[in-house]
């Protein structure tokens, strides 16, 4: 509610209890941020594993380097989650998303050109 000069709150709560209800809102919702976080950090973690362990038992480097690319993506959503939202360093996680997407395209591409060799 906007209040001009002189007007008195409707509310009967000082501005003080006001600007601390609006920071406890903001701290549930970082709570509820940082929990996706985290989400999403364990499931690129358990994908790079599943890609790990498919790659030991095929030897196919596609696997491997699909690891690698979600390793990456899971330390992209760590350094995310650790940084604060207002961190200006936190664009440089963009070019950490870039580079584990150039891995997956990597990986298709290398897999396509060997399948052509031996056709």
Do not use: H, P
């Amino acid at each position: 509610m906007r209040r001009g000069k002189g007007e008195t709150q409707t509310t009967g709560r000082s501005a003080s209890d006001e600007r601390a209800g609006r920071v406890a809102e903001r701290g549930e919702a970082s709570l509820g941020i940082q929990f996706l976080y985290g989400a999403t950090v364990t499931a690129s973690a358990i994908a790079g594993l599943y890609f790990l362990r498919s790659w030991r038992d095929t030897g196919d480097r596609f696997f491997a380097i699909f690891a690698a690319a979600f390793f990456v993506l899971a330390l992209n959503w760590l350094g995310l989650a650790i940084l604060d939202e207002a961190d200006e360093t936190r664009s440089v996680f963009y070019l950490l998303r870039w580079f584990a997407f150039c891995l997956i395209v990597a990986a298709i591409v290398d897999k396509n050109r060997s399948r052509r060799r031996w056709t």
